[in-house]
Structure formats: structure tokens, C-alpha cells
């Protein structure tokens, strides 16, 4: 217990002790680009409180394309395309341990809302909404460039709860059995932005 308190002491006093920066610019607006190969386009604002605390919101919309598959009374399965739409919010409190925002190591609590409905093209009273809620924290390193470019990679565990509710009859569709959870992960990413 003591080592435990006087490692953390020591790494406060470190954080502290170093020499202060002049903070560049507000505020970052970024986008998370692995988001945009599973259908899920986030873009959000990072804005700078202090030299070592920011607040950031990562809004953004969910749209793909999917199939289910029906089976009838000889196991043939018969393939039917669907749409997936739906929202996403990360809002995140960030403390830069080292250096100035935007530079440097961080760790940010965040919050997660996110909710996705399936809807069966040929049959669109047919639908799925799969609702999550959670938070967690990650530990991340921003760099930006000299010209204001951004880059940030980030990891962290979370936990979250999720639901889903049918309509029509989407549950006669083989697909991802979803039921009510709730469970941990791991949230990790990248993001690229523009900072001014």
C-alpha cells in the first residue's frame, strides 16, 4: 500500500514538475478512420479547457448493408438483403499526464451510446434495434504536426449494456443472435483531425 502511494506521488509530482508548454489553437475536429470500413462515420470536437484537460464529443451515423438468411421446411436457406442505420456518441473527459493539449499521453473516461436498427429490404415491417449503453476509460497518445494535422491512437477497457427489440418478423431470419447482455470489451481506435 505504501509503494502503491508513493508511486503514485511520485508520478504526480512528475506531471507537475515538468516545464510548461504554450498550448497551440482551441480545439481539434477529427474522425475516427476505421469507423468508415464497418459503416460506422464518426466526426467529432475536441476542446481544450486547460493545458491538460479537454472535453471531447464523437458523434456519428451508422449505415451499412447486410444479409440475413431465411430457412424453410427442406433447410434451405434463402438469402435476403437488409439495411442497418443508426447513431453513435462518445462523449470523453481527457487529462494529458505529460505535455500540453493536444500533445502527449492522456486518459479519458468516456460515456457510449449507441443504437443500430436492421431493417429486412424486402420486408421492412421485419426490423431489429439493438440499443448499447456503457463507459469505461482509455489510455491514448495524441501527436499533432506542425501544420495543425492530428494523429491519435487509443485503448481501453469498457462496459455495456445492451437490448434489442423485434418488429415484424425478423426473428424467423438467421442472423447475429443478439440477446439482452451485458458485458465488457475492449474500445480501441485511431483517429486523424485538424487542429486551430
Known amino acids: 500500500m505504501k509503494r502503491t502511494f508513493l508511486l503514485m506521488a511520485v508520478l504526480a509530482m512528475g506531471a507537475f514538475s515538468l516545464q510548461a508548454q504554450e498550448q497551440e489553437g482551441t480545439g481539434v475536429i477529427k474522425s475516427n478512420p ?3 470500413f464497418a459503416g460506422q462515420f464518426q466526426f467529432g470536437y475536441e476542446h481544450f479547457l486547460s493545458e491538460k484537460l479537454s472535453v471531447q464529443v464523437m458523434p456519428g451515423v451508422i ?12 433447410f434451405v436457406l ?6 442497418r442505420l443508426g447513431f453513435i456518441v462518445v462523449p470523453e473527459v481527457r487529462y494529458y499526464l505529460g505535455d500540453v493539449a493536444p500533445d502527449g499521453l492522456y486518459i ?19 426490423t431489429r434495434t ?13 501527436y499533432q504536426l506542425a501544420n495543425g494535422l492530428t494523429g491519435e491512437v487509443f485503448l481501453g477497457p469498457q462496459f455495456k449494456s445492451s437490448t ?5 418478423n425478423f426473428e424467423s431470419y438467421e ?8 458485458d465488457t470489451g475492449i474500445r480501441f481506435g485511431l483517429t486523424i483531425g485538424l487542429g486551430w
Open 78 to 83: 434463402e438469402s435476403f438483403d437488409a439495411t
Open 130 to 142: 439493438r440499443t448499447s449503453i456503457g463507459g469505461g476509460f482509455v489510455l491514448g497518445y495524441q
Open 175 to 182: 442472423d447475429l443472435n443478439l440477446d439482452d447482455t451485458d
Open 63 to 74: 449505415f451499412s448493408n447486410t444479409t440475413v438468411t431465411q430457412g424453410d421446411s427442406l
Open 34 to 36: 476505421f469507423g468508415w
Open 108 to 126: 479519458a473516461p468516456f460515456g457510449r451510446l449507441r443504437t443500430v436498427k436492421t431493417t429486412v429490404d424486402q420486408d421492412d415491417a421485419s
Open 164 to 168: 434489442t427489440e423485434y418488429t415484424g
